[in-house]
């Protein structure tokens, strides 16, 4: 076993420094990485490249980098819920690439898998494939789009075991699978860490090779953007 | 005139036995409630989960189990969770039947915007781009026109494009348009709508042959 526990967070973000592009997993506030934003808020890093599906509620989440300044471009699909975000986007403090959900996640998976671009079909003939090569196959229009570079992926997990290996719960496995192992390194934060050989081989989500630090993650708030409920009869 | 609820009601009529099925944010998420119960139907949701269900009991929320819209959500018996590369993976790959979705624009060549308005409103597309570039079968669910009365069935989409010649069927408050042949053709009216207030509220090339009937609901 090729042991990646680390027993800091201060450990598991070692490198992380301004300028850099990081991935972070989640979809809206559900499966974030909490308590690396946290650090990264603490670290104070600034200039740095986000590749996550959102940017998170004004307090919560990425808004809290924002907060602070600290992001100079967010690569996104769906901004809608930070008011923050929009007014340094209008403002043009902040530099915003808008891509297609399924092309952010296959540019992720691209990363991991050593392909180094795709074609699609999302995004042909509107802006977001201006200046990018198109072909046609089997008589329809693709887009050449091309996989992320990235210092630091930031991932959060339900459980995993020192080995690095990762099982998630429900929609929060969303990005966080196609980012591990896309980034130079990986950085897993999981609410159970075990020790090897707890967790069945058969029920792995993500191999412990595409992370290269994991740690035991504290005070998930896993704050609920849209709680909605129907009455009892 | 139809009001949302109505949209959605004449929209699930469209959902057949054994469809997958994602819904949109908005009008297209009603749809679910409108579905036969005697037929075989799982709804998908981008964030990744098929089979999804009713919203939860108060108390009964888990923060894990959303949909594409952060509502929490559950699950039904059958269902499935998996990461957003194999979510758009049944997307692009077509092996989701039917997309509906809403609109701010649909054009007569089969256009449609819904992501941007330029220097007023830009949140993202999300998975609105694949979805439309992809599915077989989209119907569009939006109010004929805008809150000024402007139509918003056109000849040609004045916003940023989501997708291009993609729209196959449009229900409106007033109206189920099909998208072919560079127009609009009127299939069926709202309950009470006359095909001239039809005429009128639509700005694109409009298709009129033989009786219109009235959509039974």
């Known amino acids: ?233 | 005139m139809l009001d949302k609820n109505g949209i959605a009601k004449r929209i699930a009529k469209e959902v057949q036995n054994g469809y997958y099925v994602n819904l949109g944010i908005g009008i297209p998420t009603l749809v679910a409630n409108f579905v036969r119960d005697d037929i075989e139907v799982e709804f998908q949701s981008e964030n990744g989960v098929l089979g999804m269900g009713p919203f939860p009991f108060e108390g009964e929320e888990d923060a894990d189990i959303i949909n594409a819209g952060k509502q929490t959500i559950t699950t039904l018996p059958g269902a499935s969770f998996f990461d957003s590369a194999t979510s758009f993976s049944m997307i692009r790959g077509q092996h989701v039947h039917l997309t509906i979705l809403g609109a701010m624009e649909v054009a007569e060549n089969g256009d449609i915007a819904n992501w941007k308005i330029p220097g007023k409103m830009v949140k993202g597309m999300g998975g609105a781009m694949d979805l439309v570039a992809s599915a077989e079968n989209i119907i569009v669910a939006m109010m004929h026109t805008n809150k000024h009365g402007d139509s918003k069935i056109l000849k040609k989409c004045t916003l940023p494009l989501t997708g291009v010649g993609c729209v196959k069927k449009v229900v409106t408050n007033l109206a189920v348009l099909e998208v072919k042949n560079n127009a609009f053709h009127l299939i069926e009216r709202a309950p009470g709508v006359s095909v001239e207030e039809i005429q009128k509220a639509t700005e694109g090339t409009l298709v009129v042959e033989g009786n219109i009937p009235e959509m039974i609901l």
Request: aromatic letters at 8%; a negative charge.
């Open chain 1, 1 to 233: 076993m090729i042991n990646k526990k680390v027993n800091t967070i201060q450990e598991a973000l070692q490198g992380v420094k301004s300028g850099m592009t990081l991935m972070l997993g989640g979809f809206g506030l559900c499966g974030i990485p909490e308590n690396a934003i946290t650090e990264l808020v603490k670290l104070g890093v600034s200039d740095l490249t986000c590749i996550s599906n959102n940017a998170g509620v004004d307090d919560f989440g990425l808004g809290l980098l924002l907060q602070q300044k600290q992001i100079k471009k967010m690569i996104s699909s769906y901004v809608g819920e930070n008011d923050e975000f929009e007014r340094q986007m209008l403002s043009g403090e902040l530099e915003v690439e808008l891509t297609p959900q399924g092309t952010l996640a296959e540019k992720c998976r691209a990363a991991q898998a050593g392909f180094p671009a795709f074609y699609t079909p999302a995004g042909y003939g509107t802006e977001v494939a201006e200046g990018k090569e198109t072909r046609e196959f089997d008589g329809k229009m693709y887009v050449l789009e091309s996989a992320y570079k990235a210092d630091f992926s930031f991932v959060k997990a339900w459980k995993g075991d020192e080995a690095g290996n990762l099982i998630f719960k429900g929609t929060a496995r969303n990005f966080n699978p196609c980012m591990c192992g896309a980034a130079n390194i990986t950085v897993a934060e999981v609410e159970e860490l075990v020790p090897v050989g707890e967790l069945d081989p058969n029920q792995i989500h993500i191999p412990g090779i595409f992370v290269q630090r994991i740690f035991q993650g504290n005070n998930y708030e896993k704050r609920i953007e849209q709680r909605t409920v129907r009455q009892r009869n």
